[in-house]
């Protein structure tokens, strides 16, 4: 894959850091970037979410191994590229909910958008007057979407 644009590495940072501190606050989990997690064996199919958080349990385990971890993340982060289509990532969502993930967030830089799918199958658009909430992986995190692009 090459190199990301500007805006695509700092709206990838801002969540990095919100996350972070969350994390610290509440150490349920560790956050990551760029972490490629094998979902499928034969053959191989390999997924390196912009962002993931993984639960501290599964976390622990993982890293006693060497190479890609072969868990699912416990939420996994996008930010689209200029030359994402949205039928690709619609497929990379579908997959990363089939394989285990519980929630699948999408941050569509160019119209400012959030896109939320949880494992129950519903999903949620938001505007950048909007925050984002995932209650059931990050009880009591909110995070105003106008702080990912400012």
Do not use: C
Not at 7 to 24: A, D, F, K, S, T
Not at 31 to 44: A, T, W
Request: aromatic residues 8%; without cysteine; glycine residues 8%.
């Amino acid at each position: 894959m090459s190199p990301v644009s500007l805006e695509h590495g700092e709206i990838v940072m801002r969540l990095g850091m919100y996350l972070g501190i969350y994390l610290l606050e509440n150490p349920i989990g560790s956050v990551s970037g760029d972490v490629g997690f094998k979902l499928e064996r034969h053959p191989d199919t390999v997924f390196a979410p912009d962002v993931a958080i993984v639960l501290a349990a599964v976390a622990a385990e993982a890293r006693k191994n060497r190479g890609y971890p072969t868990i699912a993340p416990q939420i996994a982060f996008e930010v689209v590229s200029p030359d994402d289509t949205a039928s690709e990532l619609n497929e990379k969502v579908s997959v990363y909910l089939e394989r285990g993930v519980q929630a699948v967030v999408v941050v569509w830089p160019k119209t400012r958008q959030v896109s939320v799918w949880d494992a129950d199958g519903t999903m949620a658009s938001l505007g950048e007057h909007d925050a984002f909430e995932l209650p059931n992986q990050l009880p009591g995190f909110s995070l105003p979407i106008s702080k990912l692009f400012a």
